[in-house]
């Protein structure tokens, strides 16, 4: 086994029929433990059948096979090897590390998706945890309030939205179902905007609460943009309008 007197760019080597290692470069030396002389103590148990293949194949023509090499570094590297055949019936066997690239990039990428999946479940805990806290604000935003055995009084704070009315609707009609309440009172002086879907919900509570109690529902300090709002649905038959809390108060106080 002698060494090549090329400068050669990737390591090579030169075997016989048998696989035996006639020569080889200085980079094939740097890469591979050459000391038993052979190929198949470079080459991986997994890969061995595809030595076959160097002692069948004949003539000029090159011929590339993908082989899991042995080497210094590392005891498993897949490799392009690219074999030729000499009139001497020796092979030439050039060595091409297969780029990594792809397989560094496909593990990055997997570590990216386990930390975006980690992540993901954080914010989705703290999606929860807000919706949670908004939907306790905006029970708040309606209390249920108890003012004798038969009145009652439900502020609204801030905009009217579907959510809202859906979050104090519950406490309020099981409230008004508890009690023998025969007037109720929505006080909305402290009302802001009002969207779409939360009057057509406040309707419908309105609506619920006349047909529990038979009685009209009391609706104190409209302001102009839900009076509009309002008369598109003509509640005359479920709603009564008062613009003051103290004057629907002190009617019921001098009772």
């Given amino acids: 086994m002698e060494r090549l007197n090329l400068s050669l ?6 075997v016989n029929r048998d696989g035996r ?9 740097d890469h591979f433990d050459l000391s038993k002389a052979h190929i198949r103590s470079l080459v991986d148990e997994g890969s061995i059948s595809k030595l076959g293949r160097i002692s069948s194949e004949s003539g000029p023509v090159p011929v590339k096979m993908e082989l899991n090499m042995k080497t210094k570094k590392n005891p498993l590297v897949l490799f392009d090897v690219y074999l030729q055949w000499d009139t001497e019936n020796r092979a030439t ?11 560094e990039l496909i593990e990055k990428l997997a570590s990216i998706q ?7 479940f954080e914010l989705l805990e703290k999606k929860d945890e807000l919706e949670q806290v908004l939907r306790r604000m905006d029970e708040l935003s309606g209390p249920f309030i108890p003012l004798s055995d038969t009145l009652c009084m439900i502020p609204l704070f801030g905009d009217i939205t579907a959510d809202k009315i859906n979050a104090i609707s519950d406490s309020c009609l099981q409230s008004v179902f508890r009690g023998n309440y025969e007037a109720i009172l929505f006080d909305l002086t402290a009302v802001g905007e009002v969207h779409a879907d939360g009057i057509d919900k406040f309707i ?8 529990m109690t038979g009685n009209v529902i009391k609706l104190i300090g409209i302001k102009p943009n ?9 509640l005359d038959h479920w709603v009564q309008f008062n613009h003051s809390l103290k004057e629907e108060l002190s009617t019921y106080l001098h009772h």
């Fill in 114 to 120: 386990i930390r975006l999946a980690s992540t993901d």
């Fill in 9 to 14: 760019p990737l390591p090579c080597l030169k």
């Fill in 226 to 234: 839900l009076a509009k709002e309002l008369n598109h649905h003509h």
């Fill in 21 to 29: 290692i006639v020569s080889y470069s200085a980079l094939a030396e």
């Fill in 93 to 103: 066997m050039m060595f091409v590390q297969k780029d990594r690239s792809n397989e």
């Fill in 204 to 211: 419908m509570l309105v609506k619920t609460l006349n047909f």
